[in-house]
């Protein structure tokens, strides 16, 4: 995929493979014995740079399958393999065995993957980087049996893409492993995950393909990344998505002449992104067109579902961030996109009931004391409609938020209504709105902004509970932290230095010439909270529990104000939460 990969260990460490096409012997190989994948297996792609364990997320998330990504050499010229290039995460049980057992316990199973961007990139990627066909070929054995897994995943981008030597050991040694899998009566599968145009492979990522055809070596799974197309055009990414399977399936049928229609459908996947992915807003890819995929799959008979990645499955950063490691840039629901896919493992042809859940728009700014109206939609994106019963929660002190009807079948919309008092807080709240039906429940958000009332406007995200900064901006240091925090998840963290200190404000536009409070929480040595500009008022507190602070003020004429939390010099790091004006 598109990412980087994390820097890499700076001592070196792990056994050496064998140069051979022979049994690897590798640390702690696995009694686990190869299980073939479902013939239809939705399976997201895991950051293995990240610190997250890949069998809480599955458990959280209700995925089966995780694609493990990525392994590769520590640097160019090596022939061993670690998780993430790092020395420190060699092929061994003792790194994700235990994961990888908790997953198989309930079910499912992994997908390692060798590659992604960075080691392709930097030639870092095992046939780009070894150059001995054997060694190469051991490198995927070990992982095989060290694991026991049935499919080895090969994410073949960038400059791996026209190293034709690498490209062509790639795919010698694959033959090598497979002959080797015959011999041990094994199961074992190679997918190549390559980047698509909208109209299928580019060529480049053909001739991967024509390379392991001259070389005789089996290709199980063409998984296409329907996404980061950098034409600059804007994308419909469902339709684009469905389209690059069906050019890609064409060219297949090209190369594989001997096989049938059900053969070839059955022998692609398609990589989806989340969200707004690496190349911006014109390819943002939504919870419902997930689900029209997902339908669209499971008619054709499509071999494997997944997205980049599992961690980038929720609404937690601002919408419109784009290709985040960590979420998706658009309001949606922690495991939306999962629950979306989800249903393809087994299906191909059998369409279970399932149905989506989006709200428009999906976020909203009112003046306290006003309302604001969104329109909830769901429809059916497998098998019958159902009854859904909705409910919304998350709305704070002061908001009422209904929903009319509280209950739809599937295909029906419903009005949600978030009605504020004078009384409620400035600030910025996230509501999540859950349809529940006899197949299971889905999600989506609302984000509500809460503005000054009628006498001005106020401040936004005042609690911080959006998980970000903005619309504040600070000196360097400054970030939303989840400890300590007054109330909520969410504090704002201010961090001075013998040279700054840490200054974190946001410019307020209130009514002119008008009586204001600004109150806060501080905690920490000389927190002092004020505003300047139009106005000019602060006051400050030292301790080690949260104080309250208040600052009365007047505006002048423009009514515009820069409210400011800072500490002082070399004093350590102060902490604020629930600002307001009234």
């Known amino acids: 995929m598109r990412l980087h990969r994390s820097i890499q260990a700076l001592l070196s460490a792990g056994f050496t493979l064998a140069a051979s096409a022979g049994l690897v012997v590798g640390a702690g190989s696995a009694a686990h014995a190869a299980t073939p994948l479902p013939a239809h297996v939705f399976a ?71 590659g992604g961007y ?88 053909l001739a991967v393909l024509q390379n392991a055809v001259s070389n005789n070596a089996r290709i199980d799974v063409v998984n296409v990344m329907a996404f980061d197309y950098y034409d600059g055009a804007s994308h419909e990414m469902a339709n684009d998505a469905e389209s690059a399977a069906t050019g890609t399936y064409n060219q297949l049928a090209q190369l594989y002449p001997a096989k049938t229609a059900a053969q070839l459908w059955g022998s692609i996947g398609v990589t989806l992104m989340p969200g707004v992915d690496d190349f911006g807003a014109g390819e943002t890819t939504t919870v419902a067109d997930a689900s029209a995929v997902q339908n669209w799959a499971n008619g054709k008979g499509l071999n494997t579902l997944s997205f980049w990645a599992l961690e980038r499955d929720n609404g937690s950063c601002t919408v419109g961030t784009a290709g985040s490691d960590t979420c998706s840039g658009i309001a949606q629901g922690t495991w939306d996109f999962s629950h979306a896919l989800e249903p393809f493992t087994g299906g191909g042809g059998t369409q279970a009931n399932d149905f989506s859940l989006s709200a428009s728009p999906a976020a909203g700014s009112v003046a306290a004391g006003g309302s604001a109206t969104a ?93 970000s900064l903005s619309p504040w901006t600070c000196q360097s240091g400054g970030a939303v932290v989840s400890t300590p925090v007054h109330s909520g998840s969410h504090a704002l963290q201010v961090a001075p230095t013998s040279s700054q200190t840490g200054e974190c404000d946001q410019s307020v536009t209130l009514a002119p010439n008008h009586a204001y409070t600004l109150t806060g929480w501080v905690q920490g040595n000389y927190a002092y909270l004020g505003v300047s500009g139009g106005a000019t008022a602060s006051t400050w507190a030292s301790g080690s529990a949260w104080t309250k602070l208040t600052v009365p003020f007047s505006t002048g004429a423009s009514g515009t104000v820069t409210v400011y939390l800072h500490g002082w010099y070399g004093q350590g790091n102060v902490f604020g939460d629930d600002f307001s004006i009234a």
């Open 44 to 114: 997201p792609y895991f950051e293995a740079y990240s610190s997250d364990d890949p069998a809480a997320l599955a458990a959280q998330s209700g995925n089966k399958y995780l694609t493990m990504a990525f392994i590769q050499a520590d640097t160019k010229g090596s022939c061993t393999p670690y998780w993430n290039g790092q020395t420190a995460n060699p092929i061994a049980t003792s790194q994700y065995g235990a994961a990888i057992s908790t997953i198989r316990a309930a079910g499912g199973d992994v997908i390692p993957s060798f």
């Open 118 to 205: 960075g080691a392709d990139h930097d030639g870092t990627e095992i046939a780009d980087s070894c150059t001995d066909v054997n060694s190469i070929a051991a490198a995927y054995e070990n992982v095989i049996t060290t694991y026991g897994v049935s499919r080895i995943d090969l994410d073949t981008e960038d400059n791996s893409l026209t190293d034709t030597a690498g490209i062509d050991r790639r795919n010698k040694a694959i033959k090598v492993v497979e002959d080797w899998a015959a011999a041990n009566n094994r199961s074992v599968q190679f997918s190549y995950t390559l980047p698509t145009t909208t109209s299928g492979l580019a060529s480049s990522g």
């Open 375 to 467: 329109a909830v939609a769901t429809a059916v994106t497998s098998g019958s409609a159902q009854n859904v019963a909705l409910t919304v929660t998350g709305a704070p002190a002061g908001v009422t938020a209904t929903l009319s009807p509280a209950g739809v079948t599937a295909g029906a919309g419903s009005t949600l209504t978030v009605a504020t008092s004078a009384s409620t807080a400035p600030g910025t709240y996230p509501l999540t709105v859950t349809g529940t039906a006899a197949s299971g429940s889905h999600s989506t958000s609302y984000t509500l902004t809460v503005t000054g009332g009628t006498t001005g406007g106020g401040l936004v995200n005042g609690g911080f509970e959006t998980g």
